[in-house]
């Protein structure tokens, strides 16, 4: 799934491509792709016609277009889009051979470059928001990401503290930090020297300093390649896919050596996935006291 990377570099090019061009005609071929747009797939295409994209915003992993309506002054509702495991918002020139799994095609009254939402799994999907210009209600509960101006260290290392669960588990927490995934939780791990099994409730001011340090960094050194493409289903808006998979000190790099002490790194199960570390850099915790 996209991570905070990945969507941010959509994000951007939403932004150069989309913002301040007026939408003529929405045509939904998946209704699963609007399934989030509860009203159905005709209210979703009318609440959108004639409308303006004001911007181009994210929320972790979720991207929203600020839209304002014939007539009105200022945006008031939003299009909320979620890319899922293989959601993908690209520009294309209208006469560009239509995808196989495009389920959303947004035309524009300049004629210019169409936005598609094109999706293989139908995890991801687009919804209208009322109301939601500034923030969506449905992501009101998703938390700031590390690179995010308004982002309170503070406020997360007592909420890690408070939380009492493996650090790897709160990392993955999007109401308590957006944005990081898998791969980014194991990068960012590495990065600090701390394994992910260790306990949030012992972490040292100075510990989550350097924990939310290496998250910005190894962030913006995505973003900078990007983003991370394992396959051709994370591109972006202009179907390119990015490269900082070939950058990643951890994941996926089972039995190959550190890059920092030579010893190979361990695949370990959680939460249904794989971990990636290094056991000499970030020596398994040993089990607390009670």
Not at 4 to 28: D, K, N, S
Request: aromatic share 8%.
């Amino acid at each position: 799934m996209p991570e905070l990377p990945e969507v941010e570099v959509v994000r951007r090019g939403l932004e150069r491509w989309v913002v301040g061009r007026t939408v003529a005609a929405v045509e939904v071929s998946h209704p699963r792709a609007v399934r989030r747009h509860t009203a159905g797939a005709a209210d979703f295409t009318a609440a959108l016609s004639g409308v303006t994209v004001a911007g181009a915003l994210r929320r972790g992993k979720y991207l929203w277009l600020p839209l304002t309506a014939p007539g009105a002054a200022e945006p008031e509702d939003a299009l909320l889009a979620h890319l899922g495991m293989s959601g993908q918002l690209l520009v294309n020139d209208p006469d560009t051979p239509r995808e196989k799994h495009l389920h959303v095609r947004f035309s524009f009254t300049d004629g210019g470059r169409e936005l598609w939402f094109v999706d293989q799994r139908t995890f991801g999907g687009l919804a209208v928001e009322r109301g939601g210009a500034a923030l969506p209600p449905s992501i009101a509960h998703i938390a700031r990401d590390v690179l995010d101006p308004a982002f309170d260290d503070t406020a997360f290392h007592t909420a890690l503290r408070r939380r009492d669960s493996e650090l790897k588990r709160a990392l993955l927490d999007q109401s308590l930090v957006s944005g990081i995934g898998n791969i980014y939780a194991d990068e960012a791990l590495w990065r600090s020297r701390l394994h992910g099994a260790r306990s949030t409730a012992t972490m040292t001011k100075p510990q989550t300093a350097l924990l939310l340090a290496s998250a910005r960094d190894v962030m913006t050194d995505a973003l900078a390649a990007g983003g991370t493409s394992f396959d051709s289903l994370y591109v972006n808006v202009n179907g390119e896919s990015g490269y900082f998979s070939r950058s990643l000190d951890a994941y996926g790099r089972e039995a190959e050596p550190c890059r920092r002490c030579g010893t190979p790194i361990r695949r370990m199960s959680f939460m249904n996935r794989s971990s990636y570390f290094c056991p000499k850099c970030q020596p398994v915790p040993r089990p607390r006291r009670r």
